[in-house]
Every structure is written in C-alpha cells, then in structure tokens.
C-alpha cells in the first residue's frame, strides 16, 4: 500500500471511529437518561442524533410539543427532555387562584436542572465515547494473524485516543456554541402549546380563562414558557412596534371576520396580501363574496398586488382599479408600470403585479422577470432622481389610520422622498436626534425597500434590493434567505381547497396559513411568526403548529443604525414611474 493510499485509510479510519463512537455516546444517554428535578416538575433528559432534532432543544408533552432550534456553526446532538409534573404538584393544584407565573419554575431551579443536565448527560456521553475507543484499541491490539506478533500499545490507542479525543471536544464545542440564546433561531410548537409564542401574551389569555383552563395545561404552559425565558433572547421578548400581517390566495373564501379577530388580537399595523383575491378574474366574483366589504371591515391598511388568478385576460384591470376604490386598501401597483410605494409604520413597502392572468398557461416563470426588471427599473430611477414621481403627505384609499402594536417611544422621522409627511404625529424628542433618524432612513431608501411584494416566487427570485420579499402562489410556506413564501389564508378557498393525495390517495383538503413580520422600533425584524391550522371546511379544525423564527436571519440588509418604527405613524404614499418603461415588460399572450 502506497503511503498516499495509507494516509487516506487512517484518516477515513480516524472519522469513522470519531462518528461511531459519538453515536454510542448518544445511545448511552438514551438507554441510560438523566433525570432531571426542580420543586413542581421533573424531567428525563437524552440527547438524540435523529437529523431533524440536530441542534433542536425537543420538549414533548401531552398538549403538543415544544422545539427550540439553534443555529449553531456545527450541528450539535438534539436534547430530548420529557417533562412530567412531580407528585407534590397534586396538592397545589386544589389552589383556586393558582397562576401560570407562580407555577413556573424559578431561574435558579432552571439553572441548577441545567448544569446537572450539563455534568450527567456529559458523563455519561462521555462514557460511552471511551468504552468504544477502548474497545476498538484494544480490538486493534489483538487483530492479527496466528503468527504474528501483538502490536505494540503504543499503535493500537494511536487512532482510537485521537478519535476520543475530538469526539469529545467537538460535541462539546458544537453543543457550548449552539445552545445559547444569541444563537436561537425558532420558537415552535404545535397542539395545544401551539398557542406560546416568543412573548408571553397567551399567558395571560389563559389566566383570562382560568375558570375553564385544566390545571394541567397551566402546568405544561408554565414549563414551556420557562424554557423560553431561559433561551430566548431578550431582544426577541420585546414588544413589537410595528406588526405586518401576511396573508396571500384567497381565492375568492370571505374569511375576513377570522382576519379582523387576528387583526384585532395580534395588534396588526397593516395587512400585506400578495394577491390571488378571487378565482376567475372577475370582480363580481368578489363583489358576491362579499370580500371588499370584508377588507374594509378590518380598518388597518391592506397592501394589495395582483396575482394569476385576478384578472381574466392580458388587459384586464377592472378588479386592480376596483380595489382602489376600497378604504383602506392601497394597491402597489395600480397601474402598468405606476406603482405606489407606502410608508407603513416607518418601514419603506413597494410591490408589483403579476403579469399572468387566468387561463393564462404559457411561458412559466420567464414570464415574471420582465415585470420585475420593469419595477427594479422604476426603483433605480427614483433614487437617480429621474423618476417621475408625485408624493402625497395623506394616505389616498388607505382612510384607516394604522392601529395596535406597541409605539416605540422614540423619535419620529421625515418619510424619505415625501413632501411634508412625517412618520409620527408625536413631537421629536430632539433636533438631533430626528436628524439621525431622518438619516438613516434617507440611506436605506438609497440601497432599497424594507420590503418588497410580489406574487410568484420567480417575481421575488428576480427581484433585489430589498430587506425581505415577500410572495405567495405556491400554496405552502417557504424560507430562503429573506424571501418568504407565504400559504393561503383560506385553504385554497372552495374552489380549490382539496388536492388529490399521493399516489391516487383521497382528496385532502390544503392547510390554512398566515404569518406576523414583528419589527422593533429600530425598524429590524424581530420574529416571523407563522401559523398554520387545516379542517376547517370539514368542521373539524386543527390546530397544526407556530413558529417564531429570528428575524436576523431572514432581514437583509439590515436597516441603519437610527431608524426609527412606530404602530401610530400615518401611512404616507410615492406614486412613482419610470420614465423609460421596460417595454418588453409585456404580458404573454
């Protein structure tokens, strides 16, 4: 054997035996668990190597299960911790006003489960590691030939040490830069915890309802809520300034009374719809449905572009200039080539339509870039100056004042290209510092939009220079980079609510979703939220899961230092046209 040949078996040697030997670590603390106790709860702690619990904290209870997942440079064992409630529980729980907050456990008796978990499950990984390296050394030592010698110790622990060596080290480096709350990326849950999200707010819907809340549930609620104090960053339970519904294919299904209660709950600022309203194209489909009655009734602004299925030929605008008529609503791109740019709490939103309409089975995605190009063509020339523009200091259509979420109390700021609008009717706290924040938004109006809004994904691929894109049409959620898809609020609507199943299976009915962009007063993305629940046509809701994901790792760029959101801001408008229009910016026929 070649040394070249030699070199490469030992290091595949060194890997296979650093692999197995972890695996074996992780099986031992599965057969062997910890356990875990604070006062009122105990825990059985393993860690798991299945793929899609890597780097995941997993808290299964009988309400749903709780996943905290880290992003952490190295994927690290996932942490199985099953927790149960202690015995002496049962004699607390006769309390009549017996609270969420008082059952939590205190960050002390969190800390010391933490490092017991830290030193037992540690150990006994540890454990496992060497009994396997000893084994195979000693396995090593002893492999030979009837007439051959034993090999020297020294060459029979070469390989094995050294794989024992990183085994350790590196689970432990990967576990100690992974779980920790600077490198959490989402809060999930679904069932009955489905309803926890990165705040705390739900907890105090279920002392709302204490009367009809098991005191069972409150304890599960109580659990999973300290584990999120513990590992949630700070940043992240702060009170949003700025809330942004996203919802998207309506699909012609009046499901605004469940808007207007998420609205009204959730403390939205504004609605972004990336279109699909209605079927077939036409607006009497939807004037039937009742849906502009319906999107008036929610009285925040309604951010609208056009999707496939709102228009029924290549010239078509009759539903596009019907919802300009509505309250409330503003459409990004009212005509070809003429979009809206809105000013929404602070946060800079432009959009444009799809250039595809129904029936309209031709071209694929190619057709979304010249839409695109025409709209970032627009955009470059609004910052070049050369752009024909005419801006508004009240909003045109959008009559409902922005309205929930929690004002930053901070200093407001001049909407960057409009004329006399500010982004709060408060008074500066200082010259200075609305200075920078006029700054600052004046330099990121230079590098793009806050968000950008579209229909098809091909629309948002081809699109640039904005902090997050948004688009539907798939009928799924989608995350890649900062571009979220967004799933159908309404299953699909009647219409095209069930799909058929695999492999000729039975019809099954689309989920339902909606998600929450959660911005702080400095204008960055605090969390995506998103919801999804399906039944509801069969009359059997379920509720199917949330997700709170980081939003610093979807938001880029990030907005400049001195940026200033707020929930009380009017929404001020930019109508802006290119100049040179893309003319090849031209519907397929």
Request: aromatic share 6%; charged share 15%.
């Amino acid at each position: 054997m070649t040394g070249t040949w030699r070199s490469v078996v030992v290091l595949l040697g060194l890997a296979t035996l650093t692999l197995a030997s972890g695996l074996v670590g992780i099986a031992v603390t599965s057969v062997w668990p910890t356990q875990v106790s604070t006062q009122s709860y105990a825990a059985t702690v393993r860690l798991s190597a299945e793929p899609d619990q890597l780097s995941t904290l997993h808290a299964p209870t009988l309400f749903g299960d709780l996943d905290l997942r880290f992003d952490g440079v190295l994927p690290a064992p996932g942490v199985n911790a099953v927790a149960r409630v202690q015995d002496r529980i049962t004699s607390v729980l006769a309390t009549r006003d017996l609270s969420v907050s008082a059952l939590k456990p205190t960050p002390a008796e969190i800390d010391d489960a933490v490092a017991t978990t830290i030193t037992q499950v540690g150990g006994k990984f540890a454990g496992g590691v060497l009994l396997t390296c000893v084994l195979v050394a000693f396995a090593t030592r002893h492999w030979r030939s009837r007439d051959e010698p034993l090999r020297p110790w020294r060459r029979a622990v070469a390989i094995p040490a050294l794989s024992l060596l990183l085994a350790l080290t590196g689970t432990a480096g990967a576990a100690w830069s992974t779980f920790r709350p600077d490198r959490l990326e989402s809060v999930g849950a679904d069932g009955l915890l489905g309803y926890l999200r990165s705040n705390t707010a739900i907890l105090a819907d279920v002392e709302a309802r204490s009367a009809q809340a098991q005191p069972y549930v409150k304890n599960m609620l109580a659990l999973s809520a300290a584990l999120q104090d513990k590992f949630v960053p700070a940043e992240l339970a702060t009170p949003a300034s700025v809330k942004i519904l996203l919802v998207s294919d309506i699909h012609g299904a009046n499901a605004y009374p469940l808007m207007k209660q998420i609205v009204e709950t959730e403390g939205i600022t504004a609605v972004i719809d990336t279109g699909d309203l209605v079927n077939f194209g036409r607006v009497q489909e939807a004037e039937a449905a009742g849906l502009f009655t319906g999107i008036r009734s929610l009285g925040v602004p309604y951010l609208f572009v056009r999707g496939n299925h709102d228009a029924a030929s290549p010239t078509d605008e009759a539903l596009v200039e019907r919802m300009t008529q509505v309250p409330g609503v503003v459409v990004l791109e009212p005509r070809r080539h003429a979009y809206t740019l809105a000013t929404v709490g602070g946060l800079r939103i432009g959009g444009f339509n799809d250039p595809r309409w129904f029936g309209d089975t031709g071209g694929g995605p190619a057709t979304q870039v010249p839409a695109a190009e025409a709209f970032g063509e627009a955009m470059r020339e609004l910052r070049a100056g050369r752009a024909t523009t005419a801006q508004e200091s009240s909003t045109r259509g959008a009559t409902a004042s922005p309205s929930g979420g929690t004002p930053a109390p901070s200093t407001s700021s001049a909407v960057p290209g409009s004329t006399g609008a500010t982004s709060s009717g408060a008074p500066p706290d200082s010259s200075s510092g609305a200075a920078a924040a006029s700054s600052a938004a004046a330099a990121d109006a230079e590098r793009g939009l806050d968000v950008l809004v579209t229909h098809e994904p091909a629309a948002a691929e081809a699109s640039g220079d904005a902090g997050i894109r948004l688009h539907g049409h798939m009928h799924s959620t989608a995350l890649q980079g900062n571009r979220i898809q967004i799933g159908t609020f309404t299953g699909g609507g009647v219409v095209s609510h069930y799909i058929q199943g695999a492999d000729g299976a039975e019809l099954a009915g689309q989920p339902y979703a909606f998600d929450v962009l959660s911005f702080g007063g400095d204008c960055r993305l605090q969390t995506l939220t998103r919801y999804s629940y399906r039944d509801l046509l069969e009359g059997r809701p379920v509720y199917d899961d949330v997700r709170a994901i980081n939003g610093r790792a979807i938001q880029s760029p990030l907005p400049s230092t001195g940026r200033v959101c707020r929930a009380d801001a009017p929404v001020t408008l930019q109508d802006v046209r290119a100049t040179t229009p893309d003319t090849s910016a031209t519907p397929t026929p």
